[in-house]
């Protein structure tokens, strides 16, 4: 089975742009969970999606926001980008929604803001 | 406050020896507790999940505790080897259907 793929790997982008990443999960799987990694903030959880509705919000700005196709691919939205916005978005898909799956993460894509 | 904490220090340790990764948390009541592998440039990847009515749980050369009482869990790599050094996350069920991780703990395994 192909694992969680995630594109672009490397994104430059400047202050005031937008920016939308992509994920496809693991075929067969339904849910996908968006996490935002810094080195002195960790793993941040942004959102998850499941059967294409938002079950689940973390604690970020209105300017980060996703969504599901029915193919269970996902992207994610960056508005108005900040330059705190930088860092690695990593994707993990599962194949139902709860905290008790495992999650299966993507290699990530790395984001520059200058 | 909630937190986890993991010890935010690269560990080192000799080929061969046990390695003991710690994860702390406060004001957290998990009913589970999952540690994760991540290696430069990649994603986590998933090791081992401890339930709360769980002490001990093993796989292979892996081996992790979940101390309610103590909010802590130990993570230990015995005869570690090169090809361990990552960085280590623990990850526990923060309420809410939602999981939360600590920021790691980086392992460098001398030869």
């Known amino acids: 089975k192909a694992g969680v793929t995630q594109t672009p790997r490397y994104l430059i982008k400047t202050r005031g742009q937008q920016v939308t990443l992509s994920c496809s999960p693991i075929s067969g799987h339904r849910s996908v969970s968006w996490y935002q990694q810094t080195p002195g903030q960790g793993l941040q959880f942004l959102f998850e999606y499941f059967s294409e509705t938002q079950r689940n919000k973390g604690n970020f700005p209105g300017r980060f926001s996703g969504r599901q196709f029915s193919n269970s691919r996902s992207e994610m939205n960056v508005s108005t980008l900040e330059l705190g916005d930088s860092a690695l978005y990593l994707c993990?898909?599962?194949?139902?929604?709860?905290?008790?799956?495992?999650?299966?993460f993507g290699p990530g894509t790395r984001l520059l803001v200058l | 406050s909630q937190k986890i904490e993991q010890n935010s220090e690269a560990l080192n340790i000799q080929e061969g020896k046990t390695a003991t990764l710690t994860c702390n948390y406060t004001?957290?009541?998990?009913?589970?507790l999952q540690w994760y592998r991540q290696d430069p440039g990649r994603g986590p990847v998933f090791l081992l999940l401890i339930r709360e009515n769980e002490k001990e749980k093993r796989k292979e050369r892996l081996k992790v505790t979940f101390d309610t009482t103590l909010k802590q869990s130990l993570f230990h790599i015995t005869a570690s080897q090169p090809a361990d050094s990552a960085t280590y996350l623990c990850a526990l069920d923060s309420g809410y259907q939602k999981v939360t991780f600590g920021i790691g703990t980086k392992l460098q395994v001398i030869p």
């Open positions: 004001n957290y009541s998990p009913a589970y």
């Open positions: 993990a898909s599962s194949s139902t929604s709860g905290t008790l799956e495992t999650q299966y």
